[in-house]
């Protein structure tokens, strides 16, 4: 059952980067469970303009809420980004960091 499960989750993540997950009551057995799909917040493009220090987090790679901290603060500061690219500005963002979130980063 574990190494199903686990096997499911690789596909799907390798797939299209939802996760699946079965939820098993004290009454029902292994065949008896479903797969439930849950959103994770690497489906959707997070906005560099809009989103929260906390959305930002979750929604790119390599970034901690400190780093998230320091976009929202620099996009306060000087007003929204015009392009990704821009990031770059802000103090401990990279090249490299901005090139690995490239699909997930929007306006």
Do not use: D, H, W
């Amino acid at each position: 059952m574990v190494k199903s499960t686990f096997q499911a989750l690789c596909v799907t993540l390798a797939l299209g980067g939802a996760v699946y997950t079965t939820g098993l009551a004290a009454a029902e057995s292994p065949s008896e469970t479903q797969a439930t799909q849950v959103s994770t917040p690497q489906e959707g493009q997070v906005s560099i303009n809009s989103a929260t220090a906390e959305q930002l987090a979750a929604g790119m790679n390599g970034i901690g809420l400190k780093k998230a901290q320091a976009i929202v603060s620099y996009r306060e500061q000087y007003g929204p980004f015009t392009a990704i690219e821009q990031l770059k500005e802000v103090p401990g963002i990279g090249s490299a960091l901005i090139e690995r979130n490239s699909a997930r980063l929007k306006l």
